[in-house]
């Protein structure tokens, strides 16, 4: 089976790469090769290459500078328009599309620990949950085949994310205190394991729209609170609200997302979230830790 990936270089992306690798065939090109806003450029690509799934890892992912009204044009054409492209090809080519969107469509009013179900409304409070929202309605609009993966809180070896920031964090504050947001609440999700996910779900020719996160949930605050006892860090943690903390974007409190659509077609292969962090710390957490205390070091 051929694949095309775009987002090969970001989190999510490189462990597609590495996971698809070993057993399709995957042409990858990078954000100079093919820039996904430009519609000639897709077709061209896809022409070419001619994929039997074409799997969309790129976008605009930083939530608080979505919210920049200067870059507004250009963060709704890589996170809708790249898709629509992308989308509108896989028509003319034949080919399955596959996009990722995210628990930020949701408005996340749900009391814990109900989960949000594929069926439930999006409802988005944030422009970044809004340009999501709206690439999803550009891929069932276009795309005769299809697989929409709603994820969250993500992390990975590769990339900005939760783990590495409480690491860094960590790293600068020896012995301080750190504040965490203790009432938001979601599934951390290891890149790998979404992966993996995914390679089964396209194997098994799956369509339509689905959930994919890690089983069990957390808040923000037992999230770190498992990485600073796993890795032995000298801080504490002072919960504090998710409106207190300040940042650009609202957020969604509840990012429960129920993997029930895969439950029900016998696909779901994700671990429990404690389990898989445990594994990426096991596995990486003194690399981690090494590369931020080096990247400290550089600042001084
Ligand atoms: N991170 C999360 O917690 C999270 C949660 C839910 C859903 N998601 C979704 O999951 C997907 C992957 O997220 P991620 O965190 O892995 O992303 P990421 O690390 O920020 O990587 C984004 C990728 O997109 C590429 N890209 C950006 N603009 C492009 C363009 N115009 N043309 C071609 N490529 C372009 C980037 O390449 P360059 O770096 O070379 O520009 C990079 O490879 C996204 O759709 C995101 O919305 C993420």
């Known amino acids: 089976m051929k694949i095309l990936l775009y987002g090969s270089t970001g989190m999510l992306g490189s462990d597609c ?12 090109p990078t954000h100079k090769e093919v820039d996904i806003i430009k519609w000639d450029s897709v077709i ?48 003319r080519f034949e080919s399955k599309m596959v996009h990722i ?24 409070i944030c422009k970044y949950g809004r340009t999501k929202a709206e690439s999803e309605a550009a891929i069932r609009d276009n795309a005769p085949d299809y697989i929409i993966i709603r994820t969250g809180w993500l992390y990975g070896l590769r990339g900005k994310n939760f783990v590495k920031s409480i690491i860094k964090q960590a790293v600068k504050n ?18 790998y394991s979404l992966a993996k996910q995914i390679k089964l779900m396209i194997k098994s020719d799956a369509n339509g729209t689905y959930h994919v ?55 779901n292969i994700m671990p429990d979230w404690k389990e898989d962090l445990d594994l990426f710390l096991e596995k990486y957490g003194d690399l981690l830790i090494k590369e931020a205390k080096e990247k400290r070091k550089k600042k001084k």
């Open 174 to 191: 020896r012995r301080k205190t750190l504040t965490v947001v203790e009432d938001q609440i979601g599934s951390p999700t290891w890149t």
């Open 44 to 91: 061209e690509n896809l022409q070419k290459n001619r994929p039997d799934v074409i799997v969309n890892c790129a976008g605009f992912t930083s939530v608080d500078e979505c919210e920049n009204e200067d870059l507004d044009f250009m963060i709704n054409k890589v996170n809708v328009e790249g898709p629509r492209n992308m989308a509108q090809g896989s028509a």
């Open 101 to 124: 969107s995210s628990d930020y469509v949701f408005n996340g009013k749900k009391m814990p620990p109900q989960p949000y179900f594929e069926d439930d409304p999006p409802d988005p």
């Open 213 to 267: 996160t890690s089983e069990g949930y957390c808040t923000r605050l037992e999230f770190a609170q498992f990485i600073i006892d796993k890795l032995n860090l000298k801080v504490k943690l002072k919960p504090c609200k998710l409106s207190e903390y300040p940042q650009k974007a609202r957020r969604p409190l509840n990012c429960i997302l129920e993997n029930r659509l895969l439950k029900q077609h016998d696909l």
């Open 17 to 28: 790469l590495e996971v698809f690798k070993e057993e399709f065939d995957v042409v990858a």
